[in-house]
């Protein structure tokens, strides 16, 4: 059944139709109140469900009120009543700022998928505190540390050897790091798990240096491009352990920085 026009009171054809405001218009029908200019969707106003183009569209205007006293007592008692109110009403939702939620199937599953990935997580931090830093992730701040705290030495015991003056490459077993001491209020760091790796057992090849390397820890050594390193052992993909033939030194060094004889 087609709806009558919302001005002129006849039927409204689906061709002719503007649905608008809430009412039904024909297009002729749907203009504005005031000037009768014939309107749109794009450029009509409505003010109390009737159509107004923008020059005559309703403008509101205030009223300017005095602050005499009686005005001013008003507002301040109005101001009281919205803080008593605001009381009485924290007062009473007081304790219940809790929801209940309904303890369904999907709620119990969501609720178990955090259980278990907080347990992942706690586990995967407490096995990093307890593993401490590895490999170049400790070295850059105990570098920082020793920078900083200049004035403090390590006891001489517990300097490891630089200088290992033997033809045939000599292996520490790896031993036991003591727990952190205290010296002079100092708490020395615990030794970073790379002084802790212990080199292979086996016979030696010969390498060349290719670039120049200072050694970064007291486990590593130091050459020139063009050394010879003799009984190199192959520790892992990017480090061996061998003797420079020039200072006799043995130690760490990097296998990209060298190349076999």
Request: proline content about 7%; hydrophobic content about 25%.
């Amino acid at each position: 059944m087609n709806p009558n026009c919302a001005r002129c009171g006849k039927i409204v054809y689906p061709t002719e139709k503007v649905n608008c405001l809430d009412k039904f218009w024909h297009k002729a029908c749907f203009h504005c109140e005031t000037c009768k200019m014939t309107l749109n969707m794009k450029n009509y106003k409505g003010y109390e469900k009737k159509p107004y183009c923008n020059a005559h569209y309703p403008k509101q205007s205030f009223t300017m009120v005095a602050d005499t006293p009686e005005n001013l007592r008003l507002k301040q008692q109005s101001e009281l009543q919205s803080q008593v109110r605001y009381k009485e009403e924290f007062e009473k939702n007081k304790g219940k700022g809790f929801s209940v939620v309904a303890d369904t199937p999907e709620f119990q599953r969501i609720k178990k998928t955090q259980d278990q990935i907080s347990n992942i997580k706690y586990h995967e931090e407490f096995e990093k505190s307890r593993m401490g830093p590895s490999g170049g992730e400790g070295m850059e701040p105990e570098r920082r540390d020793a920078q900083d705290g200049s004035s403090y030495r390590r006891p001489p015991e517990q300097q490891q050897p630089h200088h290992i003056p033997t033809s045939a490459p000599v292996y520490q077993q790896p031993q036991q790091q003591p727990a952190a001491q205290s010296y002079g209020g100092y708490k020395e760091p615990a030794a970073p798990v790379s002084i802790q790796r212990s080199a292979p057992g086996g016979g030696g090849k010969r390498y060349r240096a290719v670039y120049d390397y200072s050694a970064a820890d007291e486990d590593e050594v130091s050459f020139q491009d063009g050394d010879t390193i003799v009984n190199v052992q192959q520790i892992d993909d990017g480090w061996m352990y061998g003797t420079v033939e020039r200072t006799g030194d043995t130690g760490m060094l990097p296998a990209n920085y060298v190349e076999a004889i």
